[in-house]
């Protein structure tokens, strides 16, 4: 079926350009406010994880492995969607989409969980369905539980994220992205994943690539990790008595 170019698809042509042209200035105006009212300390932060994750992908490019296990293959395919993942779940936060880019940490969440079960497998075929969180992230289970009740669309939680109230009073959905303060509790969120995702990757490393071991430990990456574990812990902390 083609569709007639008239006056009538024209006009609809335009108006759906319109509002790409605005959402776009959105996003722009809320990556500007993102950078401009973001803490020092959590910049820093951010700017550690992106080098860390360079570093650590950098690794696994410059040392390709032969004689791998199966499980350890399917460990290198998951580490790979979790970095296509990476920047499009940052760049979705400073532009203003904290529900989107919540429900992509989510699936973040079960990559983690995937690669920790084939790290126990023993060689064993896994299920195909997702493992359990309290089996593989004992440590997470009440944050994934937070993560999925958006991801699914719970209305108490994600209502919070895209309400807004106009000058007469009006509410209801803003269909743009907004900028808002808790857009960098989002991101500190993210970056708790990362923590472990980062775990996941040199507790690989650690078994394939011979040597590593006493490399890292003499390396700038693993002086960036320190820095970052210990400055992420304090900013949780932080956040923690505010609220």
């Known amino acids: 079926m083609e569709i007639e170019k008239n006056d009538l698809f024209e006009e609809l042509l335009r108006r759906s350009c319109d509002y790409q042209g605005k959402l776009k ?18 910049f820093s932060l951010r700017v550690l994880s992106d080098i860390i994750l360079i570093d650590l992908k950098s690794e696994l490019i410059n040392n390709p492995q032969e004689n791998i296990t199966d499980d350890d293959g399917h460990i290198i395919y998951f580490l790979g969607t979790y970095i296509r993942s990476y920047y499009l779940i940052s760049d979705l936060i400073m532009k203003g989409y904290d529900v989107e880019a919540i429900t992509l940490m989510r699936r973040c969440f079960e990559i983690i969980s995937r690669i920790r079960e084939l790290e126990n497998s023993e060689g064993k075929k ?14 997470g289970v009440e944050f994934y539980g937070y993560l999925t009740k958006i991801a699914h669309n719970d209305p108490y939680q994600t209502i919070e994220f895209i309400f807004i109230e106009g000058d007469k009073g009006e509410r209801g959905p803003s269909l743009h992205p907004l900028h808002s303060d808790q857009l960098y509790l989002v991101y500190i969120d993210f970056l708790r994943i990362n923590v472990m995702f980062f775990t996941s990757m040199i507790t690989l490393y650690l078994r ?3 040597g590593y071991s006493d490399k890292l430990s003499i390396s700038d990456t693993w002086t960036h990790i320190q820095m ?13 008595e505010l609220t």
Do not use: A
């Open 25 to 42: 200035s959105k996003e722009d105006q809320n990556s500007e406010l993102y950078k401009k009212y973001e803490k020092t300390t959590l």
């Open 126 to 139: 896994l299920p195909k369905k997702m493992p359990k969180m309290s089996d593989t992230i004992k440590e």
């Open 208 to 210: 394939i690539i011979e």
């Open 228 to 240: 970052f574990f210990s400055g992420l812990e304090k900013e949780m902390k932080s956040v923690r």
